[in-house]
């Protein structure tokens, strides 16, 4: 069957270098070793150690690994993940705080469906919990959806956001991170004309592509050069008959990840060797830097072909948003039929994936949207995962995202007691 062998062939190749790890690892620390003072037995086992943990990385689904926080009232409370709405390609959760009273800010985290799961904001969750609810959209690997749970592209994408939102109430706060950018404001939208009372009260995207043409990066670049004929012949697979939904079309997240490393690859050859040799000397440990950044950054997940397909096509080819002619389920989305959802966009002037202008094209759509509920940030010297997870995002970002929610809660509607934005931070 098309793209089968592929598929198994690289998951072959993915477990044999994690056998190889493996092998390295137990051949080197023999005892026996002890007897010859040699450092290529230590480089050996450290080679061993780092490579048989990198591959294995590449088939788990990471954990929350958010226990406790610290509330107003000094204690650590709990941290309960609990499922609100199940859907076959993905869930809305909720982080539940044990012994804590709702917060009154509520955000919807988007999470990106680009090759990695929901976890990849962990940090961003993390930073917000002290002083909101949090929601989040957390999707499935389409490697382990069967065939019969049918197709999934941006269009249903989109109608996945706006079930959520209704589910949430208007008084959710939705930020979106990276890839979901376009389409929560495409979501927006919809029920801005279908429910305009299940519209969330503020939209903060952040380092999206609504407009991929507004600057050049690699990755438009690659969407300009390659047809949609190229792109289906090269990259898409199907999957093979280890995981559940054997025989599904899907863009490998294996595939997605070797795009990742080569945009950077001098970067993570640096970053690989140097961990290597710290294993070697002793000094490395289990939750150290690089342990804690690749053990995500490794976990990859497959889309749906259809979904990764009509996003090329739709998003950065069509530019369907760009220029206000969206459809969804037959119906075009008019943005500029959002009135009242108070709308901010971040960027970052070091983002190689979604470059400064990207993002910010957002606001003019929104033409309906009065200049007082339009807001913009541009972090100086941050790239693209620091907008959402690095110290841009804690020390610059999530306080004004933060503000600008509050601004927008309207005096008739502020809960008594709204809590200031709070400097505590999640005890792990």
């Known amino acids: ?100 009273e709702p917060m009154a800010r509520r955000v919807l985290l988007v999470a990106p469906m680009s090759g990695h799961y929901a976890t990849l904001v962990r940090s961003t969750v993390a930073s ?45 706060n ?14 927006t939208a919809y029920l801005a004309e279908e429910e305009p009372a299940a519209q969330p009260r503020t939209l903060t995207l952040i380092g ?28 898409i697979q199907r999957v093979g008959f280890k995981y559940k939904g054997v025989g599904r079309m899907v863009y490998p997240g294996l595939m997605q990840l070797a795009s990742f490393i080569s945009m950077n690859l001098d970067k993570h050859s640096a970053a690989f ?34 979904f990764y397909l009509s996003t090329v096509e739709r998003i950065f080819k069509g530019l369907e948003v760009a220029q206000n002619r969206f459809v969804v389920a037959g119906k075009q989305v008019d943005i500029g039929k959002i009135t009242t959802v108070a709308v901010k966009t971040v960027e970052g002037t070091e983002d190689d994936i979604s470059a400064p202008g990207q993002c910010v094209a957002a606001l003019r759509l929104c033409t309906g949207l009065p200049d007082s509920k339009k807001a913009h940030h541009l972090e100086p010297g941050a790239g693209h995962y620091g907008i959402f ?20 809660a309207g005096d ?11 400097a505590l931070r999640p005890v792990s």
């Open 174 to 187: 939705v930020i979106a991170v990276c890839q979901p950018a376009p389409l929560a404001l495409a979501a």
């Open 412 to 422: 008739s509607v502020r809960p008594k007691g709204r809590t200031k934005v709070s």
């Open 208 to 235: 999206g592509p609504v407009d991929p043409d507004a600057a050049a990066t690699e990755v438009t670049d690659f969407g300009r050069r390659v047809t949609m004929g190229q792109l289906e012949h090269l990259v």
């Open 389 to 408: 997870a690095g110290s841009s995002w804690r020390n610059n970002i999530r306080p004004l995202v933060l503000d600008f929610i509050d601004q927008n």
């Open 1 to 100: 069957m098309k793209g089968m062998m592929r598929y198994d062939l690289m998951e072959t190749i993915r477990n044999t270098n994690e056998w190889m790890g493996a092998s390295a690892r137990a051949m080197a620390s023999y005892p026996v070793w002890g007897m010859v003072p040699h450092p290529m037995f230590k480089v050996m086992s450290a080679w061993g150690r780092v490579t048989e943990r990198s591959f294995a990385r590449m088939v788990i689904k990471p954990d929350w690994g958010i226990r406790s926080i610290t509330g107003t009232d000094g204690r650590d409370h709990l941290v309960n993940v609990e499922t609100l709405v199940e859907k076959p390609f993905g869930n809305l959760i909720h982080f539940n705080i044990s012994g804590r």
């Open 273 to 306: 060797q140097e961990k290597i040799l710290n294993e070697a000397k002793g000094d490395g440990s289990e939750h150290d830097q690089h342990n804690r950044f690749y053990d995500e950054y490794l976990a990859v997940m497959d889309m749906t072909a259809e």
């Open 128 to 172: 917000l919990l002290p002083d909101c609810e949090v929601y989040v959209t957390d999707w499935h690997n389409a490697r382990d959806i069967p065939v019969s749970a049918g197709k999934f592209d941006i269009e249903d994408y989109t109608l996945y956001l706006v079930e959520f939102l209704r589910h949430l109430g208007p008084d959710i």
